[in-house]
């Protein structure tokens, strides 16, 4: 079985991980934990000093209810043009995707699911990553 942006080829009811865990409810809890971390690392930290965190929550929920096959739409021509102006190193982006990691292991995701989602999020990296 392989799982395409949340959709588990194979299934007759083309059930998503969005679906499979209670839909937005779960994935904000997931971004809360998410962000709950990230500000508590030294790398992650600096990233969001000034951010409206509620407003990124918010907007974060959406992005991953995406990739999990929620009913939200994201381009790779939005994600750059939000991340490009960040400096957002490969190493910060690697430790984003393990704090990531652990926030869906703390709400007890299926380990098939994490990988599919961490592997979701590690092909929108040209889309984040611009240093030089």
């Not at 500000?39 to 000034?50: D, H, N, Q, R, V």
């Not at 992005?63 to 994600?79: C, I, K, Q, W």
């Amino acid at each position: 079985m392989s799982c395409m942006l949340g959709r588990t080829e194979g299934d007759s009811m083309t059930e998503t991980i969005f679906t499979r865990y209670g839909g937005f409810r779960t994935v904000s809890r997931i971004v809360s934990t998410f962000y709950t971390n990230a500000l508590e690392s030294p790398l992650l930290a600096p990233t969001f000093a000034g951010t409206d965190m509620s407003r990124l929550i918010d907007h974060q929920t959406k992005f991953v209810a995406y990739l999990m096959g929620g009913p939200v739409s994201f381009t790779d021509e939005h994600l750059a043009h939000v991340h490009k102006r960040l400096d957002i190193t490969d190493e910060a982006f690697d430790e984003m995707c393990t704090v990531f990691r652990y926030a869906m292991e703390d709400h007890d995701l299926d380990e098939t699911d994490i990988g599919a989602v961490v592997a979701l999020i590690q092909a929108k990296r040209p889309h984040i990553v611009f240093t030089q």
